[in-house]
């Protein structure tokens, strides 16, 4: 049968999901009996209008994924954005009649990245622009009409928008807590603007107002314990934070919106003293963690069901301003992110050091126990030595100090360095192990779609690391392995062969 749909992840799933996970996923949630974290989808807007929408959106925009420029999935990232910009165009569209406005919302999107939903918002008819530290390869692709600027946004008097319906925070990292906080505020005298400026955001990366957020020792996730700490900060700002969850293809798919405010707007500048307040108070929660790994919060949660006028009353931090450093932040120390983004996932260590680390693991697993039996896919036993699978602590022991030093460095260590170099090893659970590709052999054979993606380019182009280094060679021959046993099979030697041959 002929299918004329596009796999999308979000409405249409892939087939291969369908077929090999939909029904084990089916049995194990007729099973389940805890309630969940987070409310069920598009509980804040009308689901049909959602489809149609979406459905439109994503029609008039999966274009996008031919001709995207960015190393980043393109199905991802389009069709999540597609379907941000069919909840909020919902999401605004009720606004308006709520409220009997004719005029579409104006907007800016704090740390846009590729600007994709402000492309699509933009075509749609809403005013507004997006603001990045980085500009993006395809920024130039989009036209005039998206406005797209390049700066670090700072939360200061300097970056405020008094006169924007809507500001978004979609995955915008350290500017996620700020966003409420900006929404909330305008240059004073004129507090109007600032009363009637409403947000969205869609938390991701745990930050808070200055470096990574410091997790509590709770029951709860540390997801859920971040999205109750933005949920915090804007009620502290004085919104009525509404919660939702989004139909995107990706674990974090939880928005907060503030649509409303708790109190009359004639209390402006004294609930702008209970933001700056709980702003100082995060101060003493603030670490700089070395890496992603978050550390445990002390510091207890105020009671985000009072009323804004109410928890301005109850805090019992000091009455002083907001502290503002040389630059005019409004808390000392925040730094938005450099221009030019750090690679630090070991992608740029030195091929012989990293070629040093992996012989030295493969080594180490080796001797740790003599040949294993393996079946083949004929059914014959034949012998091959995959070595022992060790914790990756236990590993960590036997390298020196000077490695160890120089991978901490780095995001997620000796496991990410590891896990780069999958034509080795396999990492699971915290566990190391050799990569057999027999297995892989073995394994159910490979969707059509899969092996589209694989090109074919790919084949040979990279020596076999087991037939230069393993004591037994490859386990695969050389027809089967998908890397190449010798320099003579790489595949740019048989294309130089190929034009010798010619001439």
């Not at 052999?441 to 490979?446: D, P």
């Not at 190449?484 to 595949?491: F, I, N």
């Not at 048989?494 to 010798?500: A, E, F, T, V, W």
Request: glycine fraction near 6%; proline fraction near 5%; hydrophobic fraction near 30%.
């Amino acid at each position: 049968m002929n299918e004329s749909w596009v796999s999308d992840g979000i409405v249409y799933p892939k087939t291969t999901w369908l077929g090999n996970e939909l029904l084990s996923k089916l049995a194990k949630w007729s099973l389940e009996q805890k309630q969940s974290e987070f409310k069920s989808t598009l509980s804040l807007i009308s689901v049909a209008k959602y489809s149609k929408i979406y459905q439109e959106l994503k029609e008039k925009y999966k274009e996008m994924v031919k001709v995207w420029p960015e190393v980043t999935d393109p199905e991802k990232f389009v069709y999540e954005d597609v379907a941000i910009a069919a909840y909020l165009l919902i999401l605004w569209e009720e606004e308006r009649a709520e409220k009997g406005l004719s005029k579409k919302q104006s907007f800016v999107d704090l740390g846009c990245g590729n600007g994709l939903l402000v492309h699509i918002l933009s075509r749609e008819g809403h005013p507004g622009k997006g603001i990045d530290v980085r500009r993006r390869k395809i920024w130039d692709m989009y036209g005039p009409q998206t406005h797209l600027e390049e700066c670090a946004v700072k939360p200061c008097g300097s970056y405020l928008f008094p006169d924007v319906d809507w500001l978004i925070g979609n995955h915008s990292d350290e500017l996620t807590p700020w966003v409420p906080v900006i929404a909330a505020r305008s240059p004073y005298p004129s507090c109007r603007s600032s009363y009637s400026c409403c947000y969205f955001v869609l938390p991701c990366c745990f930050f808070d107002f200055h470096g990574k957020y410091n997790r509590r020792q709770s029951k709860k996730t540390q997801y859920r314990e971040y999205l109750d700490f933005v949920t915090q900060v804007g009620c502290a700002c004085g919104f009525n934070v509404e919660e939702d969850s989004l139909r995107i293809p990706s674990t974090k798919r939880v928005c907060l919106i503030g649509k409303s405010r708790t109190y009359p707007s004639t209390q402006e500048s004294l609930i702008d003293k209970q933001r700056t307040q709980y702003i100082n108070s995060r101060q003493s929660c603030i670490v700089i963690p070395q890496d992603r790994r978050a550390g445990s919060n002390h510091c207890d949660n105020h009671n985000i069901k009072k009323s804004a006028v109410d928890k301005a009353a109850d805090l019992e931090f000091p009455e002083n301003e907001t502290k503002i450093d040389d630059s005019g932040i409004w808390l000392s120390g925040f730094r938005p992110r450099e221009k030019v983004e750090q690679v630090r996932n070991c992608a740029t260590l030195p091929r012989d050091f990293v070629d040093d680390v992996v012989l030295d693991v493969a080594n180490l697993l080796l001797s740790a126990t003599q040949e294993k039996p393996c079946n083949l896919p004929d059914g014959s036993l034949n012998t091959w030595n995959r070595g022992d699978s060790l914790p990756l602590r236990e590993v960590a022991e036997h390298l020196d100090k000077e490695t160890l030093k120089r991978l901490k460095s780095e995001y997620g260590g000796l496991q990410t360095l590891l896990k780069n170099n999958h034509q080795v090893f396999e990492v699971i659970n915290g566990r190391v192990q050799i990569r057999d590709w027999r297995e892989k052999k073995q394994a159910k054979k490979t969707p059509p779609e899969i092996k589209r993606r694989l090109s074919a380019e790919a084949f040979k182009t990279r020596l076999c690391w087991f037939f230069i280094h393993h004591p037994d060679g490859c386990s695969l021959t050389s027809e089967s392995c998908p890397y190449a046993h010798g320099t003579e099979e790489l595949r740019q030697s048989q294309i130089l062969k190929k034009i010798k041959h010619v001439q």
